[in-house]
Structure formats: structure tokens, C-alpha cells
């Protein structure tokens, strides 16, 4: 059964956990911020900024502080709660969620023991959106580092690229990470600012352009000791599920999307089987779920195209933009068996794809995310 819609979707109501704070308002603030999304989502796509409206209706709902405890101002969510709301909004307007998302690893950090208290003390400033945080993970992603930390006499030195930052000129903070000398891994809190040394360079992307995304180049850039919140062991292989099973909901919220525009009975149930499958996975069987996601939203905006006929060539059209944004979840925040499995979906044989052939060589950088 095919059920055509003309413009964006309103999707299914997404309802949080019995445990969040005054459920009823909370809901409703979220219908509101929803409503904005849909209603400039096609003005967003076609723009390279994002209305500041939106970022103002995510701080009134409390968003910024989804996470965070309630003692201190934040909406104190569950994870799964989380995961729901973010698929929920990437339905409605992908590009800002995606900024959005970016700000997860500050509230991560504003909650965590170890952080050093100067940088806690913000904690009520981000929950309440007035300081906004991005990321780049490059140096604790698998392969050789692109960012190099080495110490200096109080301080560090950067040298290197961050290669994919989003929200620049949105976020205030940046949190990043860079390899050390000796094969650590080395977080860093700083201004999200051109300096000396420090230069950024737009790209521009197939989908989500609003989401103002650069490449920084760092070249002995000297940051204060302060701005340093710790080392770990360099070991990618223990990264685990939380921030992948969350990025998994950017596909999940495209084919929520399509799917409220052209109904398609098994397509809904394999979205049902998706997110089951993201919300039980456990490290090992997380790449898949991950790649059975992107495979999903891939199909069901193809569905869409084919079901809308002709329209869905005009660029902006709802069709055509939500191809292109499943297109370009493909390789957000993949990793090397994320992009295995969805090679072996969709025809090849991931196994024997080697670094100097198929998709990711010479040099290309799938688009980290917040894990």
C-alpha cells in the first residue's frame, strides 16, 4: 500500500520514558520544536546556515541538557529516550539535529568524575544551551593520527587537521581529541575560533550543508595546560556502543520520514526491526545494525522517489533531499566494519576490500560522528 504525501511528513508522536520531569510539557515542547523543523526543513536544506530560531526552540525545550541531571537544569533522559528523540528530529530537520548532536560530548564530559573542575563549572551554561559544544574524535578513531599533541613547557602543541567540525560559527566549544607521541589519546576543551595557527576551511556537502561544516588545520597551535582534560590509551578496538547506537538514529529518523510520506507496511516493519536491533546490540553486533539502518534509509527513500514519480527530480523536493541525506549517513560515522557490512549489503564483499581499493582510499575520510 502506497500512501503519498505532498511536502514533509508529520510523523508518529514520539512519547519519552515515564521517569522524565513534567512528561506532559516536556512532550509538547518537543511537538513545538518539531513543527519549527518541518515547517523550515526545505528552506534549511537549500540554505548554508541554520535559523538561530531553531537552536533557541531546542534551549527553550531544554534540549541541550538531555542528558544532564535535573539538579542541575538538565531534562535527565535515558538513553533510549535520547536515541528516540534524535530520530524523531532528524525526521524533521536533519541538518540541525546533526549540529545538535554534536553537543552530546560536552554534556558527556560535563557529568564525568574526571573532568577537571574549571571546565565542570560550566555545567549550568550547557544545559541551558548558552554554551554549545562541537567535536572532532580524529585522534581516537582506528588508522594513523591526522591531530598530533606533543607537551610543551604548561601546555601542548597541535599540529595536524581536524577533519570533519560541524555547527562552526553555531558552537562556542570544541571538544577534540589528538594523538600523543606516545600512543595516547589526549582530550582537549577549547574556544571554537580561528586563532593563530589555527585556520578553517568550509566544505561543502551533498546534504546538510546548513550544518556549516569545516576542516581545521592546526599548525603549532599552543594551548594552556588548562584546556587539557586527560589521557588514555590509544585503543580503538574498545570503543563502545553508546555514541554508534546513537548516530544510528540520524538513518533511522530519514526513513521515519519517508515512511510517513509513502506507507509501505514492510518497510515500516523492517524500520521496527532496525531500531530493535540498534537498541539490543552489544559491540560485536553493532556494525551491522548500524549498516542495516543505512541500508533502510537508503530503500525507504528511494520508495519515497518512486512513489512521488517525477517530482522527486526536482532538486528540494522532499524525495530528492532525503536521498541525499541517507546517501551521506552512508559514511557518518562509520568505522572499518560498519562499512564492511554495508558493502556486503549492498553487493560487495567487504572482507576483501583492502586499504588501496574501494571506497575510503587514496586518502578519503569517512565523516566522523559523536562516538
Known sequence: MVRQSDGDPSPPSWSPGASTPDLPRFAERVS???????????????????????????AEAGLYGSMLPTAVGGLGLQRRDTDGLVEVLSAACLATTFVWLQHFRLQALMIDAATPEHVRSALPRVARGEVKGGISLGGSLPGPPKLLATRTEGGWRLNGEAMWVSGWGVVDVLVLTARGLDETVNTFVIEAKERPGLSARPLVLSAM???????LTFDDVVLDESCHIGGLPYRPASEGVEGLRTNGSLALGVARRCLALAESEVLREELTRCREALDEASVHTMPDARA????????????????????????GDVAERSSREAALLLVFGSRPRIKDSLLRRMGRDGDHVGPSEGPGASGAEDITGTE
Open 32 to 58: 513545538t520544536v518539531v513543527e519549527i523543523f518541518e515547517h523550515d526543513a526545505a528552506q534549511v536544506d537549500a540554505s548554508s546556515v541554520i535559523p538561530a530560531s531553531h537552536f533557541a526552540a531546542m
Open 209 to 215: 550543508n546548513a550544518s556549516a561544516t569545516v576542516r
Open 292 to 315: 542495516r539502518a543505512c541500508e533502510v534509509a537508503i530503500r525507504s527513500a528511494h520508495y519515497l522517489a518512486v512513489s512521488r514519480g517525477s517530482s522527486s527530480a526536482l532538486v
